[in-house]
């Protein structure tokens, strides 16, 4: 097994902890870079936002960027972002009666807020242009979740998948990195799947916020999408047919960013925006960094 990544987090130069992050890079099938254990397996959680959407842009073809984008989300309950989702409910003929998720602490009691209403929007408008009962949208025999099951098969090329109930109720998925990153590497050729990576690609502000490493990835590296998901995996795909996959070994967010940059410049992708995390006090002042070791 190849090296992990190493990420440390440093406050004024001294190294305070050290995360251990797995990646591995493919293309047309074959592994073109590795760190650490291509084979090792988790959830995809929130990276499989854009296959998740696979069946909704199949079954519509009127649906707006801002609309695709959303689906695609784990957004941060910016004004946009909210209309957004609020725009894809609408276009489902659904109200936030229907919506099959819970209150995010931290944020407005309203469904809306939370982060994955716009994929559970998504949902919606799809049950509604199959003509599918909406009531149990989330559960694994409904046949939304049928057929996100089968879009990741199809996408990572794969007959069986360990299951899982994702944060906010509906099924995830778990894969290898390796299959991950062969999925992210095929997404874009896939039928309808141009329409989601073009959506994620115009409005990454929708996707994600602005500290994410996903939207810095999809902000400042030409022809890149990304879909960060929970406890430290990363998704990405970019020019040629590449398809990344990261994930934490602790499941921390922070070491992402810079992993992703170390990662990434070792077939020629400089993405200098993802290089260093910078730690903050309750002042706002800078104490120190989360930076890949060299």
């Known amino acids: ?8 987090v440093r406050r004024n130069g001294t190294v305070e902890a050290v995360h251990l992050v797995h990646a591995v890079a493919l293309r047309d099938g074959a592994i073109v870079e590795a760190a650490g254990d291509p084979e090792l397996t988790c959830f995809m959680r929130s990276s ?6 696979l069946p909704l842009v199949r079954a519509r073809d009127d649906l707006s960027d801002e609309e695709v984008a959303i689906a695609c989300a784990s957004h941060r309950d910016t004004a946009e972002q909210v209309a957004a989702a609020r725009a894809l409910l609408a276009r489902a003929e659904a ?3 229907d919506l099959e998720l819970g209150p995010q602490a931290g944020r407005p009691p309203e469904l809306i807020h939370n982060n994955c ?3 559970h929007a998504g949902l919606l408008a ?3 242009a199959r003509g599918w009962e909406t009531r149990g949208y989330r559960l694994p025999e409904h046949p939304a979740q049928q057929a996100c099951r089968d879009a990741h098969a199809e996408a990572a090329e794969v007959e069986e998948m360990a299951t899982g109930t994702d944060g906010c109720g509906i099924v995830t998925f778990a894969l290898s990195l390796e299959r991950m990153a062969h999925a992210y590497s095929r997404l874009e050729g896939l039928p309808g799947a141009g329409r989601i990576a073009t959506a994620m690609r115009a409005r990454p502000e929708l996707v994600g916020g602005p500290d994410g490493s996903d939207f810095l ?9 990304a879909k960060g998901g929970a406890e430290g995996l990363l998704c990405a795909a970019g020019p040629g047919g590449i398809g ?11 070491p992402l960013g810079p992993a992703l940059a170390a990662f990434l410049a070792r077939f020629g992708v400089e993405v200098p925006e993802l290089e260093v995390l910078p730690l903050a006090n309750t002042r706002g002042e800078r104490i120190g960094e989360v930076v890949s070791r060299v």
Do not use: F, I, N, Y
Not at 48 to 53: G, I
Not at 217 to 225: F, N, Q, S, T, V
């Open 126 to 128: 799809l049950c509604r």
């Open 48 to 53: 499989s936002k854009p296959l998740q959407a």
């Open 244 to 254: 990344v996959a990261l994930k934490a070994a602790d499941g921390a967010s922070r």
């Open 117 to 119: 209403s716009g994929k």
């Open 1 to 8: 097994m190849a090296t992990p990544l190493v990420v440390e």
């Open 217 to 225: 990835l999809m902000r400042h590296a030409p022809g890149w999408l």
């Open 95 to 97: 109200t936030e009666a």
